[in-house]
């Protein structure tokens, strides 16, 4: 018989599984003590609102950075670190087409339809690895050229913004290679929709962070007061 005070611990226990559920990775078998479909995402929207205030914060912070006079941008001129944005824009191509694969292969998976989410969601782990291969690309340039972190205030952000971006997609790499194994043998399409929904996650994040990244120094005061942070 058990004691009567355990039946108090089971709304804190249920929300213990839900924080700590991990929803990018394969859904249980039947039978399994894994986290049940709602759990699964529930945990991923807890996850994404933690990644997003933590994102939010320091999005706050180049703003009102940005709003001393040291300040300078990244792109605009032949002093600039940036001459020119081109490869950003091929990384932020290579993430959007990866986004779209996954997808497709979440259509794919909760259709049925095994081939195609296989291949659709291979691609949207590729074009991540590509991207994130990008970004180091322009991380070794910046460096090259003398441009190194504590050169200026906006190369720090930049290098801590791209650098924590990169960071939760080479985790969501991690989960995604997991479920690709799962994905196999079977078609599970609830992991394929919540790690196509990361990707998009992701990828949003990233067009906010280019945009401030990108921006010259007006337009980021004109958004702080905008923000009520100038």
């Known amino acids: 018989m058990s004691a009567p005070w355990t039946g108090?611990?089971?709304?804190?226990?249920?929300?213990?599984?839900?924080?700590?559920?991990?929803?990018?990775?394969?859904?249980?078998?039947?039978?399994d003590a894994g986290a049940t479909q709602p759990a699964a995402r529930t945990g991923l929207n807890v996850l994404l609102g933690v990644v997003t205030a933590l994102f939010?914060?320091?999005?706050?912070?180049?703003?009102?950075?940005?709003?001393?006079?040291?300040?300078?941008?990244?792109?605009?001129?032949?002093?600039?670190?940036?001459?020119?944005?081109?490869?950003?824009?091929?990384?932020?191509?290579?993430?959007?087409?990866?986004?779209?694969?996954?997808?497709?292969?979440?259509r794919a998976a909760r259709l049925g339809q095994r081939g195609g989410a296989r291949v659709a969601f291979l691609i949207g782990g590729l074009c991540a690895l590509a991207f994130l291969a990008g970004q180091g690309w322009v991380w070794r340039q910046l460096v090259a050229g003398g441009?190194?972190?504590?050169?200026?205030?906006?190369?720090?952000?930049?290098y801590?913004?791209?650098?924590?971006?990169?960071?939760?997609?080479?985790?969501?790499?991690?989960?995604?290679?997991r479920a690709a194994?799962?994905?196999?043998?079977?078609?599970?399409?609830?992991?394929?929709?919540?790690?196509?929904?990361?990707?998009?996650?992701l990828f949003a994040v990233w067009l906010v962070l280019f945009g401030l990244l990108a921006s010259p120094p007006p337009t980021l005061r004109a958004l702080a007061e905008i923000c009520g942070v100038r």
């Open 181 to 201: 194994r799962r994905l196999w043998r079977a078609a599970p399409a609830l992991s394929v929709a919540l790690c196509a929904r990361y990707w998009h996650f």
């Open 8 to 31: 108090s611990l089971r709304p804190a226990r249920a929300l213990f599984d839900a924080l700590t559920a991990r929803p990018w990775l394969p859904a249980p078998a039947p039978g």
């Open 56 to 106: 939010a914060l320091l999005v706050v912070a180049l703003l009102i950075r940005a709003q001393l006079p040291d300040w300078a941008a990244l792109a605009g001129s032949p002093a600039s670190p940036f001459a020119t944005l081109a490869p950003l824009w091929a990384n932020t191509a290579v993430l959007l087409a990866g986004s779209i694969a996954m997808q497709f292969a979440s």
């Open 160 to 177: 801590l913004l791209t650098g924590l971006h990169g960071l939760h997609l080479a985790g969501g790499l991690v989960a995604w290679a």
């Open 147 to 158: 441009h190194f972190v504590a050169a200026s205030p906006a190369l720090s952000f930049f």
